[in-house]
């Protein structure tokens, strides 16, 4: 049952003061249940101090040995904030607030219930001071409302991202992943002790495809770019360029890239223009310019394109693990933009032309790391931010990566209704946090104390208050998890194959005598 912990001293509104009993530990961000008048509520503690009845001089009078005074009280203050009434097991926003001396109790098993934080995808545990207490979740329909997850380097997200995608590959074919890895980090683990990754899921081999330029399974053929893909490789392509390239590709059709190439290669912007009867030279070569520049390793002159490969395994409910480590920024950003717009546009497009086939494709969630590089209100706009704000009804959901939250459009943050948050030490983003999330107005102070693998989960509409939650570890999800039964039969011990083997031969001599 739960503990006491002390009495209210104070209540103004959504805020709380109560006083701590003695040897009782708190930390910040616990929650705590206030029992007032036949209604449970709920609040998060935010600040402490402590202090006595004595004024400062007093104090300091006695701290230097030079008085001693009679008897005065010393105390322990705790603050918090309102978040949750419950009363005959409805459960809502604060009507009213506590009264004076009612009591203060720690969270316990027997609050679950109340705070409701269960979950399809379970992520972690709900934390109260030391105890871990029941499993904290996202539901299904957190995905296509969009999520974020934020935290310094070193504080978890790595182990985050595979927990909450190994729970998306166990729910396949219901849901699916599209995750791009900058770092190389989440097929083998890498920073993750002992070191477990993706690859040692025990559906890997099964519900899992992973891409990497270092195999050569990053490849977008030159024939299968079309004039309309352009803008995605190249956001700052201007309209004229794109015109000619449009008109190349209806006079050489697919192979258009190579042939203006070579006749560039021959004889300039004249051999280009020729070929369309078009003499504007900054246009052609502008435009030639930034084709020479597409790298022959990633965009060979074929009919091969691996987003095509991507789109089916991503439709039957196969996550995608692409490792984009290693090649330069602009080959990531060139990779990532056309894969996801590909991915997403095939589940804009099934929505609109055959419905009923679009309810069997899986939710799918779209992880992007160093997501800043892509949502920074400073660059030009991407498919990302398209995904963030229009592609919701589509079942199609992004979870944006990054340790640095202040560098996200705004109007992108907005929509992100399940946030993560990690350690943030940066004094500039822990305030885009706490000033651009609900709930999170009086967490500065707790955002930085984080621990590694701590975090502060919100998830709109169902979970409308941070909880602080231990986020699981990953290798103890798959020893928890265990290997996977495909029902195959018993294999034949070695020794007895051998023999069987033996006997044959023995047979197949014997009848050749």
Known sequence: MSESVGFIREVRGDQIVFFVDEGVNLCFGQIVRIDSGGKSFYARVVDAKSSSTLDMSEQLREAEGKESFGPYSSYRQVEAVLFLEEKDGKVRSPTFNPNYRDRVYATGKEDSSALRLKGDLEIGRLRSGEHLLDSVGLSFEAIPLMMGMFGMTGSGKTNTELVLNARIIDYSPKTVGLIFDFAGQLLTGKGIEPKRGLRDHPLFHTKVRYYSAREGRLCIGLHTLH??????????????????????????????????????????????????????????????????????????????????????????????????????????????CLTASNVAYHYKQMWEDNFEEW???????????????????????????????T??????????????????????FAELWTK??????????????????????????????????????????KIRFAVPIKVTHYPEYLDKRGKEDYGLPKSQRLSDMEKRLKKLSEQESMSLH
């Open 227 to 336: 004039p309309g893909r352009l803008r995605t490789i190249f956001p700052e392509i201007g309209k004229p360029q794109v015109r000619v390239s449009r008109r190349l590709y209806e006079k050489l059709g697919s192979s258009w890239i190579e042939e203006s190439l070579e006749a560039y290669g021959a004889e300039g912007y004249v051999g280009v223009g020729k070929i369309i009867n078009y003499k504007a030279k900054s246009v052609i070569e502008a435009l030639m310019s930034k084709l020479s520049d597409l790298s022959p390793t990633l965009f060979p002159p074929s009919n091969y394109n691996f987003i095509d490969d991507v789109i089916k395994n991503v439709s039957k409910g196969v996550t995608c693990l692409i490792d984009i480590s290693g090649l330069s920024s602009e080959e990531q950003h060139n990779i990532t």
């Open 359 to 389: 309810k069997r494709l899986p939710t799918l969630l779209i992880t992007l790391e160093e997501a800043h590089e892509f949502l920074d209100p400073e660059v030009r706009k991407t498919i990302f931010s398209d995904i963030a704000l």
């Open 391 to 412: 592609y919701r009804k589509y079942r199609v959901g992004l979870n944006a990566v990054t340790p640095r939250p202040s560098r996200i459009n705004p109007n992108v």
């Open 420 to 461: 993560v948050i990690m350690k943030t030490e940066l004094r500039r983003d822990r305030g885009y946090l706490t000033q651009n999330t609900p709930y999170l107005e009086y967490s500065d102070t707790e955002i930085k104390m984080l621990d590694v693998g701590e975090a502060l989960l919100i998830s709109e509409p």
